[in-house]
């Protein structure tokens, strides 16, 4: 008997939120709009990017390509 042991593929992406100034082209470039403007301020005055919705995230990491403060992380991982 062979057993399906396919694993799932889940991105993760962490953001610094005291390197970003709010840029948003990190929100406006993730091609599932995962990521959303915080309405807090970080220590700079700044709204800064949230990672909304983890669960569906791909890992495409086109969010940390797009950063100019690069301030976030993305990377894939087996589930």
Known sequence: MVRNTKKKIKG???IDTELCKGCKYC???CPKGLISI???FNSK???PAL???PEKCTGCAICAYMCPEIAIEAWKEER
């Open 38 to 40: 915080d309405k807090k």
């Open 45 to 47: 005055g700044y709204f």
């Open 51 to 53: 990672f909304a919705h």
């Open 27 to 29: 929100a406006i470039s």
């Open 12 to 14: 993760k992406v962490v």
